[in-house]
């Protein structure tokens, strides 16, 4: 495989939980084919049915003509990443990548139909990759990749990080279903928005969450360089001048862990920021949270700020969580965000390991304090790669051959006393509609939590109403917004 002008690399976005928004690794890996001469373009079965993946993945291989095939995908993914590189021979390299990739490798490379694989991160592999196939060198020594050869399979370590992340070629939208820009959930919090676009700032959390891959990665990339990286605010504001011109954005959604960690970039970022006067949100650790800085953000533009919580427990959370936050500062985050009129979306999960009931009502009685404008509760998964996901099957609340699940509220897959999956399901639709809601009508919630014909009368009488609910917002009148 040599003499080739431009190399054309064909990317597959399993996406089976057909959730909106595009995907910021693989624009980034769009982006940096593009700036290094390639090419590129995206299978992504987001709009599909699953009758038209087969088809839409064949149409492309002979439209298109690749000579690389590269599939990015989570854990929850892999199981449909393998159901479609099966559904046709490229006839050319298949490259895996991605989270799961990169913590499950030897599940990946042993997978019939995948010739490759990068762990970590992919714009520096991904262009020395598609060099050396044009080029016709050897890839046995390649940094990040694992490749078979005769059988074998060659294990390469991993590079060092990018340190410079201004250095990265600017994201790739193009790639992408407009419809991946509208209908976005932040669209709650601001209405008005058609058209959304979401970006990160930097890369590698600093924290060590146990629910989270990031402690492995951070084992992964030990001595290889600093793991916590930042775009400087300069180069923030570029790539949101660039999606603003390439999709008419008005709703930026920042998507790092933690946004505000580095005060003088905030600062930066926010003096910039007044010239480009869209509203934004972002995430944050509370106990990063002080008046001064949320001041800054909503003087800037600033519409929602997001906060993990995981637990209302503060000792649940700083044993087993590994989460130091106190639940003053919980309470102090939200209200000074409030009083500068951002909105608060509170993330927490239930069916944790070794939690009770008790520990749960503590997460709900902290949801009813704080009030959040939005609250999202997820029953607890225990994704490969994470201490946690280790943990469970030391402690046999997990089977080797555990089911994948596709989306984190469908139920638990924790094999653990008194929590069955059914019941968390049960319990977590009861507290989606009662925790903010006035403790009086708590004993309601009880009640059919323990009685289950009369859960299931409430639950169809609650599903009812939610359709009638969508089908009037469908039917504006002609010319609304």
Sequence with gaps: MSGWDRLKVLFLYPNIAR???PQVGLSSLAGTLEREGHESRLVDITFLDDSEVAGAYRTALDQFQPDLVGVSCRSTEWET?????????PGVPVVVGGPHATIAPEEVIAQDGVDMLVRGEGEESIIELVNRLESGSSLEDMPN????????????????LVQDMDSLALPKWDIWDARHFREHYHQVFYPSARIFGDLE?????PYSCPYCITPTLQELYRGKGKFHREKSAERIVAEINKLRDERDID???F???TFILNRKRLKEFADLYRDIRLPFSFSTRPETVSDEMMGLLAAAGANCVSFGLESGNEEYRREVLNRKTRQQQVIDAVAIAKRYGVKTFAFVMIGLPHEDRAKIQDTLELINILQPDVFQISIFYPFEGTPFYDYCLKQGFLQEDHERLTEVWKGSILNQPGFTSEYLVRLRE????????????????YYLEEHDKAYKAWHVLKRG???????????KPAGSR
Excluded: H
């Design 430 to 445: 009861l507290a989606l509609a009662f925790a903010k809601r006035d403790r009086r009508l708590w004993p309601v919630m």
């Design 465 to 475: 109403k939610n359709f009638i609910r969508r089908g009037a917002r469908k039917l």
């Design 201 to 205: 700032t930097s890369r590698g959390c």
């Design 251 to 253: 709703y930026i959604r």
């Design 19 to 21: 959730a909106r928004s």
């Design 255 to 257: 998507v790092d862990e």
């Design 81 to 89: 990443a393998q159901a479609m590189l099966s559904m046709a021979d």
């Design 145 to 160: 990749l694992w490749l078979k050869r005769d059988g074998e399979v060659i294990r390469n370590d991993v590079r060092p």
